[in-house]
């Protein structure tokens, strides 16, 4: 019975139990009675005979509680301390009952008597069941289990060798005690697990730490007691190394350890163990000569996850952070300070861990957040960023942040790009979701004489966390890009373009994140490649896309982002004239990013998409051009984003971006056209062309009924450069949307001024509905169509002083009205007769022509023209009458053995077609036409005659067949549309009239011995229905044609005469309907 050892380790005892010991609880109520029972053996044991058995209750070194003063003070006596969440069973349980008796428990083992007696009793039941497990060693690594009856488990062997792992605690596998603590691990190896609690109270045992180089902690201990226990807190994963060049290093730095994972809390009672610190990464070695690169970073560890609590009396742990990454090393550099090698990567950030198992009930808890990455080193070509870590998902809770991207190094020839930024763990419930990471900077580039510097890209965002029924996180921003870090203006130096904004985070059922913004573009003495380098440079990112409205297009979709503006230019002076004149200073700004766009879901509620980044300005000074405008972002749902405005140079502005389109929202406007300050631009063999203002963009397409967006201004020319163009107004929807307004064209001085933008048509109106079928009533009125939408109102034109004035932009023509519906056909009565069709709905009124664009004024130039007018919209057709009910079939007579056969009764009636709705009106476009009258309902056969029967050897008559029913008269045409200045619309032409139902035939007469009978007579056919009368033109407009006539119905057959009678007569045909009239 020597194998384990009956003396407690000093930190055997649960660390999750410590933690929470420096925070004063106060007692009351209820509580009173079971703290009571915890002190009470404390408070009143009685005074031990034998020797060294008063050890056992000295408890000198604990004042108990006074529970008597505490009989009834309500809850109001509670001191709660500054976290409501640090008032809960288990940390009462765990501060005034657990901690005191397994203090005296230790007391007990540790002292001389207790040792005694402990060793008496294992020693006659030939069992481990009183003591402490055995602390490990490096031959037996793992600690010794604890009594079976109450004992802590021994700690894991804290290993000393390289590589060797450390030893897991040992359990507690009695009723009462904590598991033992975990080894740490030794050079680049895993700290030893936390041993499990006692079964039925007990901590679990604290996770080994993680050896330096990336060893990872170990996990904390379980508590597995059914009443009370809190999880083992995670080891603390190892740092990594710095990078080294000596002894055949390759100079990069190692990855750090993950922490361990916290134990999980007991079964009732006990909170879940905190995650282990992740370990740093390493950073990497500066170049030497021999190794003239930088080393790259290490990884940060990834973040111990939280235990989780069993139960709802307790809450999960808290998941680490992720580690921090390590930076890059610098390239190598001469005496001089000169770089001849290039900067090491830096490190990833490491992921947060996570906040407890979702698949448990866990309540609370922490979710890790993401590091940083790590930066890049400098050298000729600077090391890019590490990516920023991701956040962790949570348990019950808001996940973790993003880390962010790390920037990119300087360097010379190129700056290294900036880290992707992290994505962000998702979130639960109402939970607020969490945010993506921020992509890292671009690293700056100094160039150097005849060698070109490129900044480094900035990186992009990380994406949004996920939702529940809470908000879900908004993407992180793009990283701006680098900046051209020189001050010799002739040096050529390029800004680097800004990362993209990461993607909302998508929603169950609440708000989807809002996109990220894109990063600003850098700055460079020639700015962009402006003819000089190819590619795009110092251009701003992207906007994030908006997140979308979820699986079930539950919720609302996230905001686009906005574009990242262009990065400038602060001139590049061409001292050798390898491009243009020596001397002349040139830079050129970058172009604004593209707005995010709104989601694609058509389901739900959407956001609008995001703005374009404005264009970069050239420099104020020298030859210099203005970047573009971004466009818009497109949504399905909301607004289009607006376009960027164009920068402004010297020389040339940049053009405005184009407003977005939307499927269901107003279209975007279109950004505004840069200024030119009037300076030419010289000769040059790199294709730059002349010197202009920029023109405005274009408006997008409205949809859903809304209106399109209007055109952006035209920049204004100074000298003897033009004013720019207005950019052209949207379309406006279908369904009535106004068309967007034209720009206005910009201002000149010796130039011309801008020409306007053209105003955009208005949205054709929509359709009326189709009217309802009738049962037994007549049928519904088609509804009539909506008016056109108004055209767009054309720009002006610009100004100028002594060039001509700019022509003003066209109107925009209005929109045609929609169509009438159809009436609905007609039903029948209880009679059997048709009901009349319905009325056919009428046309819309053509939408009105927007205002031509006023010509710019010039003070001693020509004014300019006034723009084109345009047509009103045509009205829309008026919509087709509805089809009269058909006549129900007449019954035939019924049939009889001994009398005379019943007669047939008549056909119904068919009802009258609808008439035609009116075409719509116009002020200059033409009138809509008119709807055709509706066709006549059919009339219903007549029913037959029945057959005779025979009595006393006489045969009876048949009976005679039913006249068939009349066919319905033909709807009228409706009026055509009338026009104020245009064509009247024609007439529509009347409908066909019904046909006659056909008489029915004569009844059998009856066999007989004697003499027969005469067979019935035929039905006669009815009359066929008149033709509708085609509607009268108007003011010129053509009048309808008359209907067609409707064809009388056949008359019935004569019955069949027996034994020698004659036979029946047949019926009359009907009479064919009168043909309509022509209007």
């Not at 390289?162 to 691990?185: M, P, S, W």
């Not at 262009?566 to 700004?589: H, L, M, N, P």
């Not at 100004?799 to 056909?825: D, E, L, P, Q, Y």
């Not at 019935?1052 to 309509?1076: E, L, R, V, Y």
Request: hydrophobic share 25%; no cysteine.
């Amino acid at each position: 019975m020597t194998r384990r050892n009956t003396g407690s380790k000093p930190d055997s005892a649960g660390k999750a139990g410590q933690r929470r010991r420096n925070q004063a609880i106060g007692t009351g109520g209820t509580v009173a009675a079971f703290l009571a029972f915890g002190m009470t053996p404390l408070a009143g044991a009685p005074q031990a005979q034998a020797e060294g058995f008063e050890d056992l209750f000295d408890f000198s070194w604990f004042t108990p509680a006074d529970v008597s003063s505490d009989a009834d003070p309500g809850l109001a006596a509670f001191e709660f301390p500054d976290s409501a969440a640090a008032f809960d069973m288990a940390n009462i349980i765990d501060q005034w009952f657990y901690t005191p008796l397994h203090m005296g428990m230790t007391a007990w083992i540790d002292s001389d008597f207790g040792a005694m007696v402990n060793n008496a009793i294992n020693e006659m039941s030939g069992m481990y069941l009183i003591g402490n497990g055995a602390i490990g060693t490096e031959d037996a690594p793992d600690g010794g289990d604890g009594g079976l009856w109450f004992g802590d488990g021994g700690a894991g062997w804290s290993s000393t060798i390289d590589g060797e792992a450390g030893g897991n605690g040992g359990d507690a596998l009695g009723f009462f005690g904590n598991g033992g603590v975990g080894g740490a691990g030794g050079l680049g190896a895993a700290g030893g697990d936390g041993g499990a609690g006692a079964w039925g109270l007990g901590n679990g045992g604290a996770g080994g730490v993680g050896g330096d180089n990336g060893g990872a902690g170990g996990d904390g201990g379980a508590a597995v007691g059914w009443f009370f226990g809190n999880g083992g807190v995670g080891g603390d994963g190892g740092n990594g190394i710095a990078g080294s060049f000596a002894d055949g290093g390759n100079g990069n730095g190692t990855a750090g350890g993950n922490g361990g994972a916290g134990g999980r809390g007991a079964f009732n009672y006990g909170n879940g163990g905190d995650g282990g610190k992740a370990g740093a990464g390493g950073n990497g070695a500066a170049g030497t000569a021999d190794h003239v690169n930088g080393g790259n970073g290490g990884a940060g560890g990834t973040g111990g996850a939280a235990g989780s609590n069993f139960w709802e009396t307790g809450h999960a742990g808290v998941g680490a952070n992720g580690g921090t990454a390590g930076n890059g090393g610098d390239g190598f550099q001469d005496e001089d300070g000169n770089f001849l090698g290039n900067g090491g990567n830096g490190g990833a950030g490491g992921a947060g861990g996570g906040s407890g198992d979702p698949m448990s009930s866990t309540s609370g808890g922490v979710a890790g957040n993401g590091a940083a990455g790590g930066f890049g080193g400098d050298g000729l070509k600077g090391g890019n960023g590490g990516v920023g870590g991701a956040g962790a998902n949570a348990g019950d809770g808001s996940g973790g942040t993003g880390g962010i991207g790390g920037a990119g190094g300087a360097g010379v020839t190129n700056g290294g790009n900036g880290g992707v930024g992290g994505a962000a763990g998702s979130s639960t419930g109402a939970h607020l979701g969490a945010a993506g990471g921020d992509g890292g900077r671009g690293g700056d580039a100094s160039g150097a004489a005849n060698v070109q510097g490129v900044a480094g890209n900035g990186g992009n965002g990380g994406a949004g966390g996920a939702g529940a029924s809470g908000p879900a996180g908004a993407g992180g921003n793009g990283g701006a890009g680098g900046n051209g870090a020189t001050d010799d203006d002739t040096i050529q130096t390029f800004g680097g373009n800004g990362g993209n904004g990461g993607a909302g985070g998508a929603p169950g059922s609440g708000v989807g994140g809002t996109g990220g913004n894109g990063g600003a573009g850098g700055n460079g003495t020639v700015g962009a490649g402006g003819g000089l380098l190819s590619g795009n440079h110092a251009q701003g990112g992207n906007g994030g896309a908006g997140g979308s409205t979820g699986l079930t297009g539950a919720g609302t979709a996230g905001h686009g982002g906005d574009g990242g503006a262009g990065g400038s230019g602060t001139g590049w002076r061409d001292a050798d004239g390898i491009v243009f004149e020596k001397g002349t200073v040139y830079s050129a700004g970058g172009n604004g990013g593209n707005g995010g766009s709104g989601p694609s879901s058509t389901a739900g509620t959407s956001n609008a998409g995001g703005d374009g980044g404005a264009g970069g300005n050239g420099a104020s000074t020298g030859v210099s051009i203005g970047g573009n405008g971004g466009n818009g972002g497109s949504s399905a749902l909301g607004a289009g984003g607006a376009g960027g405005d164009g920068g402004s140079g010297t020389a040339s502005g940049g053009n405005g971006g184009n407003g977005a389109n939307s499927s269901n929202g107003v279209g975007g406007a279109g950004g505004n056209g840069g200024d030119s300050a009037g300076t030419a631009v010289p000769t040059n063999n790199a294709g730059i062309a002349a010197s202009h203002a920029g023109n405005g963009g274009n408006g997008g397409t409205g949809g859903g009924g809304n209106a399109g967006g209007a055109g952006g201004n035209g920049g204004n020319g100074a000298g003897t450069v033009n004013g720019g163009n207005g950019g052209n107004g949207g379309t406006g929807s279908s369904g009535g949307g106004t068309g967007g307004a034209g720009g206005n064209g910009g201002t000149a001085d010796a130039g011309d001024g801008g020409k306007g933008g053209n105003g955009g048509a208005g949205g054709a109106g929509t359709s009326g509905s189709t009217g309802a079928t009738g049962t037994d009533n007549a049928g519904g009125a088609g509804t009539d169509g909506s008016a056109g939408g108004t055209g767009g109102t054309g720009g002006n034109g610009g100004a100028s002083n002594t060039g001509n004035g700019g022509n003003g932009g066209a109107a925009g023509k209005g929109g045609t009205g929609g169509a009438g519906g159809t009436g609905g056909t007609g039903g029948v009565d209880s009679a059997g007769n048709g009901l009349a069709g319905g009325t056919g709905g009428d046309g819309g009124a053509g939408g009105a022509a927007g205002t031509a664009g006023q010509g710019g004024v010039s003070t001693s130039g020509a004014a300019g023209n006034t723009g084109a007018g345009a047509l009103d919209g045509n009205g829309g057709a008026g919509g087709r009458g509805g089809t009269g009910g058909a006549g129900a079939a007449g019954t035939a007579g019924s049939d009889s053995e001994t009398a005379a056969g019943g007669d047939g009764t008549a056909g119904g009636t068919g009802g009258a077609g609808g008439q035609g709705g009116n075409g719509g009106t116009s002020g200059t476009g033409a009138g809509g036409a008119g709807g055709a009258g509706g066709t006549g309902g059919k009339g219903g056969a007549g029913g037959a005659g029945g057959n005779g029967g025979t009595s006393d050897g006489n045969g009876f008559d048949g009976g005679n067949g039913a006249s068939g029913g009349d066919g319905g008269a033909a709807g009228s045409g409706g009026n055509g549309g009338a026009s104020t200045d245009g064509s009247d619309g024609k007439g529509g032409a009347g409908g066909t009239g019904g046909a006659a139902g056909a008489g029915g035939k004569g009844g059998t007469g009856g066999g007989a011995s004697g003499d027969g009978h005469t067979a019935g007579d035929g039905g006669s056919g009815g009359d066929g229905g008149n033709g509708g009368n085609g509607a009268a033109g108007t003011d010129g407009g053509a009048a309808g044609k008359g209907g067609a006539l409707g064809k009388g119905g056949a008359g019935g057959t004569a019955g069949t005469g027996t034994d020698g009678a004659a036979n029946g007569n047949p019926g009359a045909p009907g009479t064919d309907g009168t043909a309509g009239a022509a209007g």
